[in-house]
């Protein structure tokens, strides 16, 4: 296995970057499906953000109804397709599964979900709708990452003409920019926008800044509402000495990249150091190594206990051999044309902080250097303010946009959701907020308050 | 290890499993593996003058993902001519001494037919004949299989007929499309029968093709009903062997047949009162091997009961069953549902607040339901759809002392409704 993971690592990055769940076949899934026990109130679905019905989808592909599956699906969280690839199903649905609780696997539900949603984007069938006829209003979404896609198919189905604008070039926001591709390659993000434009008939504008390209002003002229989902910024600085040499990356930026061209073209080097210890941090170690990377590591000023990236997404790390530097924080990036090492000061747990955990206090005289041809940030993301602060009234916390529990924002013609409001959490909570402040939006728009 | 060895109507076999008349025992090659494999005994495919089958001959019922949970089949009787069965048996006979071999008969409705075939029969040494009048589909538009096993009358004349000529047992293989088994069970008996065998295939259509729209099996764009088989039917079969050998006039051995696939179906079988227990369905499905757990499974059960031969155990379970009047209308049990061993899953609420006494409550903070004891009538239905063995027990409330429907009758009281008041129902009663 060991070996295997050499070769991996060193070889094709193609094969590199393969599935990590690969599809069920049809005779799987229908097995799969009848072990679920169909429970009544499941606590699967309660655990979902967007409460998917599981219990009613499984069902379906198993009396082999996989588009009346994937309608159950979609119309709780129209972004399915890709949540069941990208989901933390072992912290969420699958992790409550009462099967567990006789000794047996969960479910394997998100694989399930994938088999329904593959069906009908691969067989084009159209499971949500028609939309409403038009009701002459128009509502605009800032960000075509999940939180705008799901609140985009939700206006669209309720009959309001949607225009989404997102400034890369392709619409998709991280699905398409963010996840890992062996969880979600690019042609999955794109069908999946393409089918959820079939399905709601919204305009996409890609390649279109708001702010720049067009002006909040304008936007407020032309549509009755503004939906911002327009996620987080760039990588969070170090702000340490050496921090702009070459070869100093953030995790955000260089993962956009990867997804952006091919394999090959991307400039690893020898030696990786990423920083922090979540699960972008994760993300970008892992794919460090399958790019071929002979030695990644992560530093992380905690321990192991306080590391946020999930336990499984850990394991994932430790089987592509990535190292990890508990207690290990950067103090200097250090090299001359180019980054040739980060300096690190060896750290121990003390005094819980503001979050509990205990406090990172430096050992005295502990620094040491690690070579690093390539040091990738991965310590969280600053927020949209620039964009944010223009708009009248929206108020920020800490960067976060406060809303009403109607995803109002202080604007009432603005409404927000995704990670520009929980600062960075799981697709699945984007897509419930985008769907919530859609139906608020239209509630607001006929006048019932929002 | 307990003894297995049977003796059936004095037919003598190492073990109670024998193979069904069927596919499985259409050629002497097949016998010959299926006692290398273990089997106590084979009863030949039926054997009259060859007929033409059709293509395709089979349909299945699958269910959850699993297959052949029903089979039918709308094959006929052999399709090879009597002498080579008789050949072949005589042959397998030879090799295979301390094993049953019972064939299979079906010819025209003719006393000088059945004759003939019968008395062919008894020079092979053949164990003993089985006489098919339970083949539901095919053979019983031309006046032969179940068009004889569903007038007890026929059934009688020709057990008649059969035993005038047989020097060895003859057992009559019952069909299940009657109202009520007894009858033509009875009518073997009257007219000799040393045993009989039961049940045949039950009259079906495993299922349609939703594409074709042609039922299953589909015969060059059409389709007829054929004989039903299988775990599916073997409720059906408990009862019709449990009906005859519970009967006070029925006192011939019972050879017990329809989806038995595990020892445990067997020993089930034996207890409502069979003797041997004829498979075929799950051989088709599994082949020969299949007797290995049979046996194996069969023999240490019984050790663990304290068994030491199959009549130990035979008619135990029949021996419980009673009509419905005269079972204890005072008997009272109540849910229970051990905390413990609760998953959560919520099924046993749903299915009694849908479809039962809404008895079960939902419990604000807990995955794990309440039993409302006032309101439970004790039927069963939660712990039959809880998926945690003994999660959820009866418990019996008792007190007042039993008393049948009959016996009610007979004090000249009537029984009337006892639906349990629930909070708010008007007290109607």
């Known amino acids: 296995m060991l070996e295997q993971d050499l070769d991996r690592r060193t070889q094709d990055p193609e094969a590199n970057f393969a599935d990590i769940k690969p599809p069920l076949s049809d005779e799987y899934a229908v097995v799969e499906a009848n072990r679920c026990l169909y429970c009544y109130e499941a606590p699967c679905m309660q655990a979902c953000p967007t409460h998917i019905d599981v219990p009613e989808f499984i069902r379906r592909i198993g009396t082999r109804n996989v588009a009346g599956a994937a309608r159950t699906i979609l119309e709780a969280n129209a972004l399915g397709a890709s949540c069941a690839r990208v989901c933390p199903t072992e912290m969420l649905c699958e992790g409550m599964c009462v099967m567990h609780h006789m000794d047996m696997p969960a479910i394997d539900i998100g694989r399930l979900q994938r088999y329904a949603t593959d069906h009908v984007m691969k067989h084009d069938i159209q499971v949500l709708g028609p939309p409403a006829p038009p009701n002459g209003r128009s509502v605009a979404v800032v960000g075509a990452g999940p939180a705008g896609l799901a609140a985009a198919t939700e206006l669209g189905l309720l009959g309001y003409q949607v225009v989404v604008f997102d400034d890369k070039p392709e619409p998709g926001g991280l699905n398409r920019y963010g996840i890992a591709p062996y969880k979600m390659t690019n042609q999955e993000a794109r069908d999946e926008v393409e089918y959820l434009r079939k399905t709601a008939g919204f305009t996409l504008k890609a390649g279109v800044r708001v702010g720049r390209d067009v002006t909040l002003e304008e936007l407020e002229k032309e549509f009755a509402a503004i939906f911002l989902g327009v996620g987080l910024g760039s990588s969070r600085r170090l702000q340490i000495p050496g921090e702009d040499l070459p070869g100093v990356v953030g995790a955000t930026e260089w993962i956009e990249e990867l997804r952006s061209k091919p394999y090959h073209e991307m400039k690893v080097g020898r030696r990786v150091v990423v920083v922090g210890a979540g699960n972008t941090a994760i993300d970008a170690a892992t794919e460090a190594s399958r790019l071929g990377a002979e030695q990644v590591t992560i530093v992380y000023r905690r321990g192991r206990e306080e590391m946020p990236a999930y336990e499984f997404e850990y394991e994932l790390a430790l089987k592509d051999r990535v190292d990890f530097a508990w207690f290990t ?20 747990p003390g005094e819980p902080d503001a979050s509990g955990r205990p406090r990172p206090v430096p050992v005295p005289g502990s620094e040491l250097e690690m070579p690093a041809d390539l040091i990738i940030k991965a310590t969280g993301q600053e927020s949209q303010e620039s964009l944010l602060s223009q708009v009248k009234g929206l108020v920020l916390k800490s960067g976060k946009v406060v809303v009403s529990e109607s995803y109002q924002t202080g604007n009432p013609r603005y409404f927000a959701g995704g990670d520009c409001l929980n600062g960075g959490k799981e697709v699945v909570n984007a897509v419930a907020h985008g769907r919530d402040a859609a139906r608020s939006i239209h509630a607001y728009l006929n006048g019932k308050g929002a | 290890m307990a003894d297995l060895s ?13 193979l069904a008349s069927g596919p499985p025992t259409n050629t002497g090659y097949q016998a010959d593996r299926a006692f290398e494999a273990g089997w106590g005994g084979v009863v030949w495919k039926t054997i009259g003058d060859p007929i033409v089958n059709v293509n395709s001959r089979y349909g299945a019922l699958g269910y959850k993902g699993q297959r052949v949970m029903g089979l039918n089949n709308i094959e006929l009787i052999t399709d090879r001519p ?42 092979t040494g053949a164990d003993g004949i089985e006489l098919n009048f339970g083949c539901p589909h095919g053979m019983s538009e031309r006046g032969m299989g179940s068009a004889v096993g569903q007038v007890p009358e026929y059934t009688c004349q020709i057990t008649e007929w059969v035993k005038e000529a047989a020097r060895i047992p003859v057992l009559v293989k019952l069909t299940p499309n009657v109202a009520d088994v007894v009858y033509p069970g009875l009518a073997a008996q009257r007219g000799g029968a040393d045993g009989v065998a039961l049940i045949n295939t039950i009259n079906s259509v495993t299922g349609v093709n939703l594409d074709s729209l ?43 047949i329809g989806g038995i696939e595990s020892w445990s179906d067997a020993a089930e079988f034996i207890a409502m009162g069979a003797t041997s227990v004829q498979v075929c369905t799950a051989a088709m499905k599994y082949g020969f091997r299949m007797v290995g757990d049979l046996i194996d499974g069969l023999g240490r059960w019984m050790d663990s009961k304290g068994f030491k031969t199959i009549a130990d155990f035979r008619g135990l379970a029949s021996n419980r069953m009673r009509d419905w009047g005269e079972l204890d209308l005072n008997y009272r049990i109540v849910a229970h549902i051990e905390p413990d061993r609760c998953i959560g899953c919520q099924l046993c609420y749903i299915a009694c607040e849908d479809a039962a006494h809404q008895s079960i409550r939902l419990v604000e903070g807990s995955r794990v339901p ?32 039993v008393k049948s429907f009959k016996e009610y009758v007979a004090a000249g009281e009537a029984p009337r409704g006892n639906y349990p008041l629930h909070e708010g129902d008007e007290a109607y009663l």
């Not at chain 2, 049977?6 to 024998?18: E, H, L, Q």
């Open chain 2, 370 to 401: 309440r039993i409302d004891e006032a309101t439970c009538v004790g039927c069963n239905l939660c712990s039959l759809v809880c998926p945690v063995p003994h999660c959820i027990n009866m418990q019996t409330r008792n007190g007042q002392p």
């Open chain 1, 329 to 348: 924080h950067p103090v200097a990036v250090l090299g001359g044309d180019k980054v040739t090492a980060l300096r690190c000061q060896r750290m121990q």
């Open chain 2, 82 to 123: 009597i002498e080579v069965n008789l050949k072949e048996i005589r042959e397998v006979k030879k090799r295979w001494p301390d094993r049953a071999v019972v064939a299979s008969l079906m010819v025209e409705s003719s006393r000088e037919k059945w004759h003939d075939i019968v008395k062919r029969v008894n020079d």
């Open chain 2, 6 to 18: 049977i003796n059936m109507a004095g037919i003598r076999s190492p073990n109670p499993f024998w």
């Open chain 2, 214 to 256: 042609v039922p299953n099996p589909n015969v060059h764009g059409h389709s007829a009903h054929g004989g039903y088989c299988g775990p599916a039917v073997k409720p059906i079969a408990l009862n019709m062997v449990g009906s005859l050998a519970h009967h006070p006039e029925f006192k011939i051995p019972i050879s017990g």
